[in-house]
């Protein structure tokens, strides 16, 4: 009996290493799962003074107005939506967005809703790290939407650029400036 329990403790030395070598996967793998962009997503919520430029053709001048932004995660905190309101060029406006990370196709989509006008937008795209930025194109019209950059500056400060995409050379429509109140 005594040499049937060596025998059992000296097979399973070898695995403490193992286990902690285990361990360390499962480590890295957290890190890189999604719940660590959640996490991130998250670290944005909360209210937000927003400077906006406006060019309505590529060699103009801007427009700039300020609109108020309240954030936060919603659908089991996995989405980052938004609604923001104020006065613009063209009178009194809302607009409403919804940033998440598509998983199974790890890239981010965004919704964008804006009471300007009838057409709503969704885009998708990649991270950046080294940017910690988000780059997405049009899903459905190429041709006539915009291509939104996401950059993420600090945890109180983060901008959103709308390009014009279309027959033309893209321009930047719109730039949003978000510091947290």
Known sequence: MKAL??????LLLPYPGLLAQDNEAAKAAAASS???IYRFLARYEGTWTVEVSEWSQAE???EKYTLTAVLNMVLGDRFLQWSQTGVGPRGAFEEWATLGYDEPGDRFSLVWLSSAGTANETAQGSW?????????SP???AAGGHRYIIRFMDKDNFQVE?????AGEAFKTREYHYSRQ
Do not use: F, K
């Open 139 to 141: 899903v459905c019209d």
């Open 60 to 62: 103009a001048d801007p």
């Open 5 to 10: 329990l060596t025998a059992i403790l000296l």
């Open 162 to 166: 709308q390009y014009q995409q279309g």
């Open 128 to 136: 950046t790290e080294a940017g910690r930025s988000a780059s997405l």
């Open 34 to 36: 999604p719940e660590h």
